[in-house]
T-cell receptor, first 112, second 113 residues
Framework: AQSVTQLGSHVSVSEGALVLLRCNYSSSVPPYLFWYVQYPNQGLQLLLKYTSAATLVKGINGFEAEFKKSETSFHLTKPSAHMSDAAEYFCAVSVGGGKLIFGQGTELSVKP | SAVISQKPSRDICQRGTSLTIQCQVDSQVTMMFWYRQQPGQSLTLIATANQGSEATYESGFVIDKFPISRPNLTFSTLTVSNMSPEDSSIYLC??????????FGSGTRLTVV
């Protein structure tokens, strides 16, 4: 069965520092993988997606993620954090039939 | 990507009552889904809303509690029936395709008192 594990429920970085949010997946078939962001009191916004094309995926707001099959990982990175990046981030895998399984989420805090 | 309008955005309801949440997509989509996000938790799929047939429910969710309608390819409703405080959550609808990514509505924040 497919599953998603996000390492670290809370990550805190300083403004300008590297952001690294970790996601590992389990899937018996080549997966479609997604990162979503949820700002306070808002819905989910798609940051980026991996759909078996390039393994390095660039998304919105300067974020990118690299699909590593050997490590079953899809970590999200941003070279320089901005205060506006503070939010909850969810990694998700598509399990067929259009359904998504989400990780538990990582809350990113950005310190001035 | 599709744009989804969801309403109401929030509501406070009395226990024992029902609330119907509406989800309107700006284009025809085959797949529509309803998720629940309990306080401080991740998202859990409630059901897949199928056009022209009954919704497909995930384990732990039943039609009597969460009836769903899907009258056409752009619209769906979720009803939360006979509510209790445990139903206080954010309910989100979603639509799209795997290759393009799934779009989410802005959510309905439900508080049951």
């Amino acid at each position: 069965a497919q599953s998603v594990t996000q390492l670290g429920s809370h990550v805190s970085v300083s403004e300008g520092a590297l952001v690294l949010l970790r996601c590992n997946y389990s899937s018996s078939v080549p997966p479609y993988l997604f990162w979503y962001v949820q700002y306070p009191n808002q819905g989910l916004q798609l940051l980026l997606k991996y759909t078996s094309a390039a393994t390095l995926v660039k998304g919105i707001n300067g974020f990118e993620a690299e699909f590593k099959k050997s490590e079953t990982s899809f970590h999200l990175t941003k070279p320089s954090a901005h205060m506006s990046d503070a939010a909850e981030y969810f990694c998700a895998v598509s399990v067929g039939g259009g359904k998504l399984i989400f990780g538990q989420g990582t809350e990113l805090s950005v310190k001035p | 990507s599709a744009v989804i309008s969801q309403k109401p955005s929030r509501d406070i309801c009395q226990r024992g009552t029902s609330l119907t949440i509406q989800c309107q997509v700006d284009s025809q989509v085959t797949m529509m889904f309803w998720y629940r996000q309990q306080p401080g938790q991740s998202l859990t799929l409630i059901a897949t809303a199928n056009q022209g047939s009954e919704a497909t429910y995930e384990s732990g969710f039943v039609i009597d509690k969460f009836p769903i309608s899907r009258p056409n390819l752009t619209f769906s409703t979720l009803t939360v029936s006979n509510m209790s405080p445990e139903d206080s959550s954010i309910y989100l609808c979603s639509a799209g395709v795997s290759s393009g990514g799934y779009t989410f509505g802005s959510g309905t924040r439900l508080t049951v008192v």
